[in-house]
């Protein structure tokens, strides 16, 4: 070891150097080395692009429930809309009616489908009903039979110089093979459970419903 002022040969551990007395700077102490703990192992095992995938695929089972649910209401929803206004359009066409055989002691002149006739028109609007609809709310015509028309539809007898038939054929437009009985009056009342009972006719016959949802009468 020599002395970094003067050259001078010195005993390692010496403080100062006996020629020229300048103190001597120990060499710097090396300090042990930490090692460095290691980086942690990604706690998730499977890719970016499968976890991905596997979120998107709950995302769509939920979504199809979703659906599975809330498509149905909505279709019985718009079906039963489409359903109240024919019945609310029957009843005003059939108290028009009423009013028409009140005055006149007879029905209109009129048999089957009923295609905005004018003279019916004439004879109803505005004196009995504001407006006469010719259509149900699934767009199709209205059948209306008076008197002895009335005789063999739904198995009806007996009709009345002044018994009248409304009749619409429901959502799709085709006529029940089904008939009255006057034993059961109520029979041909029905309840809505699915969507093929909007099909079902709506009969109304001389001031009441012979084919109908219940809780219309």
């Known amino acids: 070891m020599f002395c970094t002022s003067c050259g001078a040969k010195v005993n390692e551990g010496q403080g100062f150097c006996t020629s020229c007395g300048a103190r001597l700077t120990a060499p710097p102490t090396r300090l042990p080395e930490i090692p460095r703990a290691a980086a942690p192992a990604n706690r998730s095992s499977l890719p970016t692009g499968a976890i991905v995938a596997i979120v998107a695929g709950a995302l769509i089972l939920f979504l199809g429930i979703v659906s599975a649910i809330a498509i149905p209401n909505l279709l ?5 809309a489409k359903l109240k206004g024919t019945v609310s359009d029957i009843r005003q066409m059939a108290i028009a009616l009423e009013g028409y055989i009140t005055d006149n002691a007879r029905l209109p002149d009129i048999r089957g489908r009923y295609q905005n006739d004018a003279q019916f ?10 407006e006469l609809a ?3 709310r699934w767009g199709h015509d209205y059948y209306l039979y008076f008197a ?6 739904y198995g009806l007898s007996g009709a009345g110089e002044v018994d009248y038939l409304i009749v619409s054929l429901g959502k799709n437009g085709i006529r029940e093979n089904w008939e009255y009985s006057p034993s059961s009056p109520d029979a041909g009342l029905y309840v809505i459970r699915s969507m093929n009972d909007y099909d079902r006719d709506l009969v109304w016959y001389s001031g009441s419903w012979i084919r109908a949802p219940q809780g219309y009468n």
Request: hydrophobic fraction near 35%; proline fraction near 4%; glycine fraction near 8%.
């Open 121 to 130: 028109q004439g004879a109803m609007v505005p004196f009995y009903v504001k």
């Open 76 to 80: 019985h929803a718009r079906q039963k």
């Open 148 to 153: 002895q028309a009335c005789e063999g539809q």
């Open 134 to 136: 010719f259509k149900d």
